[in-house]
């Protein structure tokens, strides 16, 4: 059975005294909340002051990261490596987000070498991949999430996946207010499912695949009674403490 993860991406949100309230208040929220894995990415500047509230907060909360780049050291600056998340306590990275993809134009490939970079420094992968509205409406939605999938799959060989996490988040419905209707998403997932299947059955079996675009309280548990969606990734409802917990309680609540 595997094992549903909410993840909150903070995006570019957060000062020192928004990091705390929010950490201390889903510290409180998720008390005795079990069978889900809860993880935040706030942005890097944040990660030290995180670790300490989570090290002194009583649930396990998963600390996570938006973005890594692809050099372990030396003459790149503005980057980050994966060992300076790690020395920071941030294990779930996101990779591949459509804000990245297209604000930095970070091709398939380059995703793909984030991806392989993470595994090598034992990290996990959040890797994010999802079709366009245009892209939806001329019904590529699956030949776009296969062909994002197969930049790590065809390189890096589908055992890459194992331990990795997948969040299909379709760009119009990120921020929009508007979601995939959980039918909708289930057919995807399945569809992403059934292609890494076709590669190897087993790591599709395992394969987390988390639903992001515009997640909330309201429309969590009725996602999560689908079978292939395994979790969410989310960014507005992530930013209010109740709200996520209850995202994260409607997760351990249909996956028991
Ligand atoms: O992009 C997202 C998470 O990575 C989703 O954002 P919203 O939940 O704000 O739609």
Not at 15 to 40: C, I, P, Q, R, Y
Not at 189 to 210: D, G, L, M, P
Not at 212 to 231: C, H, R, T, W, Y
């Amino acid at each position: 059975m595997r094992h549903p993860v909410v993840m909150g991406n903070w995006k570019l949100n957060g000062s020192k005294e928004m990091v705390t309230n929010l950490l201390t208040g889903l510290d409180a929220a998720l008390a005795g909340v079990e069978g889900v894995d809860v993880a935040v990415a706030p942005p890097v500047m944040y990660l030290d002051l995180a670790q300490r509230l989570i090290s002194q907060g009583n649930s396990n909360i998963i600390l996570g990261a938006q973005n890594v780049d692809v050099n372990a050291s030396g003459a790149y600056t503005g980057d980050i490596s994966p060992e300076m998340l790690k020395d920071f306590g941030a294990s779930h990275i996101i990779i591949g987000h459509s804000e990245r993809r297209e604000y930095h134009h970070e091709s398939d490939e380059f995703v793909a070498q984030k991806f392989a970079f993470l595994k090598e420094h034992g990290l996990t992968p959040v890797l994010c991949i999802g079709e366009s509205e245009a892209q939806n409406e001329a019904g590529e939605t699956v030949a776009v999430c296969a062909r994002q999938l197969d930049a790590v799959i065809k390189t890096q060989g589908v055992e890459a996946l194992n331990g990795a996490i997948i969040a299909y988040e379709p760009i119009w419905a990120i921020g929009t207010g508007k979601a995939a209707t959980a039918q909708q998403a289930q057919e995807i997932h399945a569809a992403i499912r059934a292609h890494i299947a076709s590669f190897s059955a087993e790591v599709a079996k395992n394969v987390v695949i988390q639903y992001g675009g515009s997640v909330k309280a309201g429309n969590a548990a009725e996602l999560f009674a689908m079978p292939d969606i395994d979790g969410a990734l989310v960014g507005g409802a992530a930013l209010d403490a109740e709200g996520f917990a209850a995202i994260a309680k409607a997760a351990a609540e249909a996956k028991k």
